[in-house]
């Protein structure tokens, strides 16, 4: 054996000892695009939702944000073809209303998605594009309404998902949570819910977050992370950290539909 073949194998070797994820990094880093806009209220932690999803993939080293679309020229102009062919996934930070993406732009996206891109969105990207079916489709709820920011115990519905099994079964978070319309558990993959309404106690089934596969894509969708100091809770975090990883194709995880409440 030769000194280059030597080298090789030793690098080979030590990859192999590492996680899988550490190993994907030493080799290539996954490309993340961020959309940072909002065409109807700005959520004030819009900027922090963006910096966080770069800072986690440095800390980890699995992805890198190669762009990040603020302003409504750079969103109408930035969904082509060519540049979601440079990206792995799509990160919708806070966005609401209908974005000035245009209807190729749309066809491009959906296309993009159905033949294995991810998607991933936090809080009000499930209060965008109203009335587009595909859109919603992707997210699998649409927001409804909220009431004042509370806290609310919320439940694990997979344990095992990456973006679920680092949490407590149970925990407590204080945000501004949403009730959605148009969602079912047949329809998506439930990770978080409350069995208690936000609000008023009343029993029954609240989503929170969920994930499906849409065609060959991923999509991963939690609707916590209104206010700025989520995303500095560690188990906000650890809750993101895993759905993008999931979303990216980094980390397994099931998307079948239908899994029941936790109890």
């Given at each position: 054996?030769?000194?280059?073949e030597f080298s090789t194998g030793l690098i080979?070797?030590?990859?192999?000892?590492?996680?899988?994820?550490?190993?994907?990094?030493?080799?290539?880093?996954?490309?993340?695009?961020?959309?940072?806009?909002?065409?109807?209220?700005?959520?004030?932690?819009?900027?922090?939702?963006?910096?966080?999803?770069?800072?986690?993939?440095?800390?980890?080293?699995?992805?890198?944000?190669?762009?990040?679309?603020?302003?409504?020229?750079?969103?109408?102009?930035?969904?082509?073809?060519?540049?979601?062919?440079?990206?792995?996934?799509?990160?919708?930070?806070?966005?609401?209303?209908?974005?000035?993406?245009?209807?190729?732009g749309k066809q491009e996206f959906y296309a993009?998605?159905?033949?294995?891109?991810?998607?991933?969105?936090?809080?009000?990207?499930?209060?965008?594009?109203?009335?587009?079916?595909?859109?919603?489709?992707?997210?699998?709820?649409?927001?409804?309404?909220?009431?004042?920011?509370?806290?609310?115990?919320?439940?694990?519905?997979?344990?095992?998902?990456?973006?679920?099994?680092?949490?407590?079964?149970?925990?407590?978070?204080?945000?501004?949570?949403?009730?959605?319309?148009?969602?079912?558990?047949?329809?998506?993959?439930?990770?978080?819910?409350?069995?208690?309404?936000?609000?008023?106690?009343?029993?029954?089934?609240?989503?929170?977050?969920?994930?499906?596969?849409?065609?060959?894509?991923?999509?991963?969708?939690?609707?916590?992370?209104?206010?700025?100091?989520?995303?500095?809770?560690?188990?906000?975090?650890?809750?993101?950290?895993?759905?993008?990883?999931?979303?990216?194709?980094?980390?397994?995880?099931?998307?079948?539909?239908?899994?029941?409440?936790?109890?």
């Amino acid at each position: 054996m030769n000194r280059r073949e030597f080298s090789t194998g030793l690098i080979g070797g030590a990859l192999a000892g590492l996680a899988p994820e550490l190993a994907f990094a030493a080799k290539q880093p996954k490309r993340v695009l961020v959309l940072a806009y909002a065409a109807g209220y700005r959520h004030a932690s819009i900027p922090t939702a963006a910096a966080t999803v770069a800072r986690l993939g440095t800390e980890t080293g699995l992805w890198t944000v190669t762009e990040t679309l603020t302003t409504p020229e750079q969103v109408a102009a930035g969904i082509t073809a060519a540049r979601l062919a440079g990206a792995d996934l799509f990160f919708f930070a806070n966005t609401t209303g209908n974005l000035p993406i245009t209807e190729a732009g749309k066809q491009e996206f959906y296309a993009w998605i159905q033949q294995g891109g991810g998607w991933a969105g936090v809080h009000s990207a499930a209060d965008t594009f109203h009335g587009d079916e595909r859109y919603l489709n992707l997210v699998g709820a649409e927001f409804k309404t909220h009431g004042p920011q509370v806290k609310v115990s919320v439940h694990c519905d997979d344990r095992k998902h990456p973006a679920t099994r680092d949490l407590p079964a149970q925990f407590e978070v204080f945000d501004e949570i949403y009730e959605f319309k148009n969602w079912s558990r047949e329809k998506v993959h439930m990770l978080l819910s409350m069995d208690k309404h936000p609000q008023t106690g009343k029993p029954g089934d609240y989503a929170v977050a969920m994930c499906k596969r849409v065609g060959k894509g991923r999509a991963f969708y939690t609707s916590l992370g209104h206010r700025k100091d989520m995303y500095a809770n560690p188990l906000y975090l650890k809750h993101l950290t895993g759905g993008l990883k999931w979303a990216l194709g980094l980390a397994k995880g099931s998307a079948k539909p239908g899994n029941p409440q936790a109890k």
